[in-house]
């Protein structure tokens, strides 16, 4: 494995550990319903610019460590984002080319199938209570997604991240 290559994968899990921050910062209960699904959208990249590196797999392995950083039931992350990452890896050839708005909108419909996913769970397992605001995360997504796009984009052609 050369330096290039090590330096690429890297960077990628910078940015994912940047996502995983992200994700757990403390916010004001005012802004904290509409906190984007940083690591989710962070993780959407990169498995559609790199479906052969960065997949499934990685979904399920910071699924579960966003479970326990939350201190929520174990798993649950994990199955609602390895779900939503297959999704995105069995369509990321027609994702990739998409306009940025169609693109923005396929992502909040993931995001919303990913809170959809986890209300079920927790639905079958603690009998949790529908709220419409399960969906808040995923408009903030739809506005954020072509920063995030733009952003990673630039980092990836930068490093050079293949």
């Known amino acids: 494995m050369s330096f290039q290559a090590a330096n690429g994968r890297f960077i990628v899990w910078v940015t994912l550990f940047i996502g995983v921050i992200s994700q757990i910062m403390p916010l004001p209960s005012a802004v904290d319903a ?5 690591l989710l959208m962070i993780v959407l990249y990169w498995s559609i ?12 392995v910071l699924g579960l460590v966003l479970d326990i950083l939350l201190g929520a039931t174990l798993g649950v ?3 609602a984002m390895s779900l939503v990452i297959y999704i995105a890896i069995l369509h990321c050839q027609r994702l990739r ?9 396929v992502i909040m419909l993931l995001i919303c199938i990913y809170h959809l996913v986890i209300y079920w769970v927790e639905f079958v397992m603690q009998e949790a209570v ?6 808040l995360p995923a408009i903030s997504g739809l506005v954020i997604w072509p920063w995030i796009f733009w952003i990673l984009r630039r980092v990836r ?3 050079k991240v293949r």
């Open 77 to 79: 992350r994990s199955l």
């Open 157 to 159: 052609r930068h490093y």
């Open 130 to 135: 529908f709220k419409t605001d399960l969906f």
């Open 49 to 60: 610019a790199l479906p052969h590196r960065y997949n499934i797999l990685t979904a399920w």
């Open 97 to 105: 080319n998409f306009p940025q708005w169609q693109q923005s909108l």
């Open 34 to 38: 509409w906190r984007p699904d940083w």
